[in-house]
Structure formats: structure tokens, C-alpha cells
């Protein structure tokens, strides 16, 4: 399972998630910016960051299609 292969960390940071699906960090932003990557800044002027379970449900996404 895919999900046991993941960092225990509860957010991500894009180039994080770039690493992890193999893809560039932009294409990684462009999904964020685009919603087909849900994210959320921590605090008000904060990083941005995936979470864990968004992450998830795109790789799961990923493997039907696969």
C-alpha cells in the first residue's frame, strides 16, 4: 500500500510532494493553483503546504488510473 511508503508527517512541502509523485515542482504549484492539489497556508502569511490526506487521495486517485 502506498500510504505506508509516505513520510509520517502530517503536511508536506511542494517539493516534497514533486519528490514523492516524480513530477517538477512546478507542475506541483500548477495543481495547487489549478485545485487538483488542495492545500493550505500555515498562519496567515505562512508556507504553504499539502496535507497528508490530500496527498493521499491523489495517489490513490493515481493508482486507479493506472
Do not use: C, H, W
Request: avoid cysteine; proline fraction near 12%; aromatic fraction near 8%.
Amino acid at each position: 500500500m502506498v500510504i505506508n511508503l509516505l513520510p509520517p508527517k502530517k503536511f508536506f512541502r511542494p517539493d516534497e510532494v514533486a519528490s514523492i509523485l516524480a513530477l517538477s515542482p512546478r507542475t506541483i504549484y500548477r495543481m495547487i493553483r489549478d485545485g487538483r492539489l488542495p492545500s493550505a497556508k500555515l498562519g496567515f502569511t505562512g508556507p504553504l503546504r499539502v496535507p497528508r490526506p490530500s496527498l493521499v487521495a491523489l495517489l490513490d486517485q493515481a493508482q486507479v488510473y493506472s
